[in-house]
């Protein structure tokens, strides 16, 4: 009889896993639409305006309404929101949780619409704060602030945006949320090649204004595409205003920290910015940088959103439903798995950008104003960006579970921590090691495995356990299956280089034969060691392809 239960008991965990996989298949399909259709937008820029001083007050520019969104949007309010509402929806029904949905979107109606405000008012101080060594450049300055201002309301858009995600998400509803940035990617470059390059002189607009405006409508068109999906499910928003609401009182006091804690983080990429700002290239002085690393970074967002994103809009409605009914056995069991699939998938990720990143970026963006030189610098950037790839992804699981179990606080104290390691390890890497924009994508890394490496250990400590023995198997398993992954690729592309040269045509083959021989040894070496998950996740993340190839 023992026997049996734990057979069935294995058997309901295996299932509920599938299950757990196969929701962040859907997300991962809508993800990869939204980071390539990302990557065309960031092609399409590079074509336009390529790594010098106009791209860089765009990038400044667009940079400070994202870092107030990270810090009020999508990331503390996605934290505190979803668990409440999860909550609500589980144990007090459909309509309050409506209800508590309602008063969310009111308050950020006012609140965030007053931050826009005075972000549009004090856009000088803040460009000054972010990018102090712009005014070594005439007119980059007062450019980066014009940005700001016509951007800046995409932040109340992008807020509504991510509320709208988390009713869906909580709703297991996960492909439309996650579809909702490929159209913000559509909606800005298409509004801003109409808007600056088609009727750019008759509005008496530049290029780069009207790729500004375009950013802001594209932000209107990622909220208008996930209203449909909230009114097929019954959602509809009616002004309500109760600040002593206990589930707004909740999402407050879990925001409150979230907030301190996403501002670390802010900090930390505003700390980069500034030394990305005065650092002077041997080649082209103090214009690149900032784009080298924007660009890089554009290609992290790649895996991270396949995987990282993925697999934390899939596990987060799922652990906090099993935190508020008490279920910790299966909290435990759900976010093991989830953190397995996450090193499964980010390990070999981060070892095709480290290797295949001059080829990556010379084949997608080396046209126009982007030059070879451009390509060499940002593929250096991507390399050391892809050293802290799993720690990234790993914290996008991470960071959730602690707000799933009510606690901000934990989360907030790591990410001021990584304050005093994010400025330490930038200045050395720039001021010590002389390793100039690169040094900031190492730091950035560091700061990632640092976070990961104490919540996990913290976590572990606080739930009982997280299958620590097991991770770690699989994490040793998936190691060396990357490494024998990585020397076949190296070899590949060692051999495309020599025999066919670094055309772009030489790049596009390199990709081609690399990246397949790369997968097939990835594959082929897990399961030599017996990494069983390897194949969930073929079938989860291929499922949602199989199925629209049959329809």
């Not at 712009?134 to 800046?152: H, S």
């Not at 409605?317 to 976010?335: C, H, N, V, W, Y």
């Amino acid at each position: 009889m023992p026997t049996s239960l734990n057979n069935t008991d294995s058997e309901l965990a295996s299932g509920q896993t599938e299950r757990l996989v196969r929701s962040a298949g859907v997300v991962s399909l809508a993800v990869f639409m939204s980071r390539i259709t990302g990557l065309l937008r960031e092609s399409v820029m590079a074509g336009l305006f390529g790594a010098h001083m106009v791209y860089d007050a765009f990038t400044q520019g667009f940079r400070i309404p994202n870092l107030t969104r990270d810090l009020f949007a999508e990331g503390a309010l996605s934290s505190a929101f979803v668990p409440t509402f999860t909550e609500y929806l589980a144990t007090k029904g459909k309509e309050e949780a409506a209800r508590l949905a309602n008063l969310v979107a009111t308050a950020l109606i006012l609140i965030v619409g007053a931050v826009c405000v005075l972000g549009v008012i004090f856009a000088p101080q803040l460009v000054h704060l972010i990018a102090s060594g712009d005014t070594a450049v005439p007119g980059k300055f007062e450019l980066a602030v014009t940005m700001t201002r016509i951007m800046f309301p995409f932040l109340l858009l992008v807020a509504l945006a991510a509320q709208a995600m988390g009713v869906l998400n909580a709703s297991n509803r996960f492909g439309v949320p996650a579809m909702a940035s490929t159209f913000f990617n559509i909606g800005s470059v298409g509004f801003g090649i109409v808007l600056g390059v088609w009727l750019g002189p008759a509005l008496h607009l530049s290029r780069i204004e009207g790729m500004a405006i375009g950013v802001v409508l594209g932000g209107a068109l990622q909220l208008c595409w996930q209203l449909p999906s909230l009114h097929r499910l019954g959602y509809r928003f009616r002004p309500e205003f109760d600040w002593s609401h206990p589930g707004m009182v909740k999402i407050f006091r879990l925001m409150v920290p979230a907030i301190l804690g996403n501002a670390a983080v802010q900090i930390n990429v505003m700390v980069n910015t500034n030394f990305a700002s005065t650092i002077s290239d041997p080649v082209s002085g103090l214009n690149g940088p900032v784009s080298w690393l924007t660009y890089a970074f554009r290609f992290m967002q790649l895996p991270l959103g396949l995987f990282g994103v993925a697999m934390a809009s899939a596990t987060l409605p799922s652990i906090s439903r099993s935190a508020a009914t008490g279920q910790m056995d299966e909290f435990r069991k759900t976010l093991s798995h989830s953190l397995g699939m996450v090193f499964l998938l980010t390990l070999p990720s981060s070892v095709g950008l480290a290797v295949l990143g001059k080829s990556i970026i010379g084949a997608i963006y080396q046209h126009g104003s982007f030059s070879a030189y451009d390509t060499q610098r940002t593929a250096l950037a991507l390399s050391y960006y892809a050293i802290g790839l799993t720690g990234y992804a790993a914290l996008k699981v991470l960071t959730p579970a602690f707000y799933a179990l009510g606690d901000a606080r934990t989360p907030m104290l790591v990410s001021l921590g990584s304050i005093v390691v994010n400025y330490a390890a930038a200045s050395t890497m720039i001021r010590v090691a002389g390793l100039g924009h690169a040094g900031l994508a190492l730091s950035t890394s560091a700061v990632a495995l640092f976070g990961f490496v104490i919540l996990f250990l913290i976590l572990r400590r606080r739930i009982g356990g997280i299958h620590g023995r097991l991770l770690g198997a699989q994490f040793a398993k998936i190691s060396l299956a990357a490494l024998a992954m990585a020397a076949s690729v190296a070899l590949s592309s060692y051999l495309t280089e020599r025999y066919l040269g670094a055309s772009q045509w030489a790049r596009m083959t390199d990709l081609a034969l690399s990246i397949p021989l790369g997968l097939t040894v990835y594959y082929g070496v897990c399961r030599a060691l017996g990494v069983t998950d390897i194949d969930m996740a073929v079938r989860a993340f291929s499922a949602p392809i199989r199925r629209r190839l049959k329809r």
